[in-house]
Every structure is written in C-alpha cells, then in structure tokens.
C-alpha cells in the first residue's frame, strides 16, 4: 500500500475533566451511525480541571447535528492523516524530515496495528501542513536503512564457535 497523506478535519471540544463525559460525547455520535477513525480525549496541560475530546471525521447531516449537539466544532488547528505500511523507523523518519524543514507541530500520533500504520499529525499553520506533505510522502517511501557491514559482521559473529 502506498504512502496516503491527507488534510483532514477534527471536531474537537473543550470540557471539564469528569468521568464520563467523553462516553457522553461517543454516545450522540454513536447513535447518529458516526465511523470514528480517530478519537482523541486527553486532560489540558497545566489544567487538570479541563480536557479536550477530539474526532475525526464527522461526515453526513446526522453525525453533524449529533456533534454540534455534542459541543464540538471544526478545530482550528491544521492537520494530516498518513497512512500506509510500516516500517522500523518511519516515524522517525517523518519526524525529522519535518524537523529538517524547519516545520513544528503541534501534535504527531501514531498507531500501527498489524503492518498497517496510521499516524495524525497537527500543525500550527495550514501553509505548513501543505508544506509537510511531500516531505512525509518521501520520508514514508524511503526504504529503509540496511546494517552496516560492520554491524552485520558484528551481529554474525555472536554466538558463534570455531572448531578446534
């Protein structure tokens, strides 16, 4: 599967830090048939009275209602959803390709489930989302690096025993 990077919308909403109001809040968009991708509920730093819910994506005249009617709203912030086949050190590879351009980010998540890896990325400006796009397309479809053959030699020689 190739590299898909897109500029996606979260809904978010600001809250008080009380059990069970992000069920509260899954529950109207469950209701309205909502296929969440990404659910995101985390206290605000420095305020642990305060958390934020964020999702992704709210589609259709019900889920949009639901949310509305929910408390959440178009976030401000600009961001990408990636996705494609994982490998040892791609996030890595995204991180610094973006560091490399000079782009800061607000927030990067990252998930992989089998083989499969779906990371959001936010970040402060939408110039700056746009700009990260073929910087994460050629970050992901790097290949990944080989050994050394210094490290190969090294890792072949353990545990190996010369006969006598």
Same mark, same amino acid.
């Given at each position: 599967?190739?590299? #898909? ?17 992000? +069920? $509260? ?9 909502? @296929?969440? $991708? ?8 420095? @305020? ?20 509305? +009617? ?6 401000? %912030?600009?961001?990408? $959803? ?22 800061? %980010? @607000? ?8 083989? #499969? ?10 110039? @700056?989302?746009?700009?990260? %796009?073929?910087? %994460? ?20 020689? #353990? ?6």
């Amino acid at each position: 599967m190739p590299v #898909r990077v897109r500029p996606i919308t979260l809904w978010r909403a600001e809250v008080d830090n009380q059990p069970g109001l992000l +069920a $509260q809040t899954l529950e109207a968009l469950a209701a309205a048939g909502a @296929d969440l $991708q990404v659910v995101m509920g985390y206290r605000l730093p420095g @305020d642990r009275a305060r958390a934020a819910i964020e999702v992704f994506p709210v589609t259709g005249a019900r889920v949009l209602y639901a949310a509305q +009617a929910a408390g959440l709203s178009e976030a401000a %912030i600009s961001a990408l $959803q990636v996705e494609g086949h994982n490998r040892a050190g791609l996030a890595y590879a995204i991180a610094k390709g973006l560091a490399n351009a000079g782009i800061n %980010i @607000d927030f990067f998540l990252a998930q992989v489930s089998r083989r #499969r890896h779906t990371t959001v990325i936010g970040f402060e400006s939408r110039g @700056d989302a746009e700009r990260a %796009i073929p910087l %994460i397309k050629r970050a992901a479809a790097a290949p990944p690096r080989k050994p050394s053959a210094r490290k190969a030699a090294h890792k072949g020689a #353990r545990g190996v025993t010369k006969a006598a």
